[in-house]
């Protein structure tokens, strides 16, 4: 059975940092392209950062240059490092993991307000 389950979310006052983490099982997980998606309310799911299996990362403008997207194949986990957050990040993460099939995890609540 394959689970992706996220961690590490919370409330932090803008300018804060959190640190996402993404738990996979039942997956090859080094072989995935593995994915964090956002979704607030009244919006779609957005891509924020991807992470192929050879290690490439992309990510959306919004968040270029204070997220860092990584992955630890020997502990089939992956990272969101987020810094400098801003009220504007407050949404759901979503762990995302794609070979040919495609999974997804529940979902971490991150709230950015003072």
């Known amino acids: 059975q394959v689970q992706l389950v996220e961690s590490g979310g919370g409330l932090v006052q803008p300018g804060g940092s959190l640190r996402l983490t993404c738990a996979a099982s039942g997956i090859t997980f080094r072989r995935y392209t593995m994915r964090w998606y956002r979704q607030s309310p009244g919006n779609q799911r957005d891509l924020v950062a991807r992470?192929?299996?050879?290690?490439?990362?992309t990510y959306a403008d919004s968040v270029k240059g204070r997220f860092t997207v990584s992955r630890d194949n020997a502990e089939n986990t992956m990272y969101l490092q987020m810094n400098n957050l801003k009220p504007e990040d407050t949404a759901i993460y979503y762990c995302n993991g794609f070979l040919i099939s495609e999974y997804w995890g529940r979902g971490t609540q991150v709230t950015v307000s003072s």
């Open positions: 992470i192929t299996s050879s290690g490439s990362t």
